[in-house]
């Protein structure tokens, strides 16, 4: 594993931050949008850590494949891309929409959840795009 498996895990990091934000504010407040985002951040931080090894399962089985076969392999590392890249998507909406919710003091770990989750998805753009070079070379 390599930047896939560190976008992924950057994203859980991106997640781990708005969730802790989350329970923060809910501690002086109740406030259900926050509550159940909160809830969503937990499971979209699993699913990170979950596709940060899949992705390096991915990977590994790209490099493996031979002939037809690597077509298949590059089409379940690109599935798996596109799984990050909707995790970093709602990760960052979800910073956005809850922002003006969450304690000021709290503004930091919004602010990382926000940069983690852009550069998780700019890492895995990039990786796409060198996969697709890979698998052209072969």
């Known amino acids: 594993p390599g930047a896939g498996a560190a976008g992924g ?47 390096g399962e991915a990977f590994e089985a790209l490099l493996a494949a031979r002939g037809d076969a690597r077509q298949a392999a590059q089409a379940r590392l690109s599935r798996e891309v596109d799984a990050m890249l909707e995790i970093a998507a709602r990760i960052e909406a979800l910073a956005g929409r809850l922002a003006p919710l969450i304690k000021p003091v709290m503004a930091g770990d919004v602010a990382a959840a926000k940069v983690l989750a852009q550069a998780a998805a700019a890492v895995h753009r990039r990786n796409l795009s060198e996969d697709d070079k890979l698998v052209g070379q072969s």
């Open 9 to 55: 895990v950057a994203l859980a990091l991106a997640a781990a931050c708005l969730e802790k934000a989350c329970a923060v504010t809910l501690k002086h407040a109740d406030l259900p949008e926050v509550a159940a985002a909160r809830g969503e951040l937990s499971h979209l931080r699993g699913q990170a850590l979950a596709g940060a090894r899949a992705d």
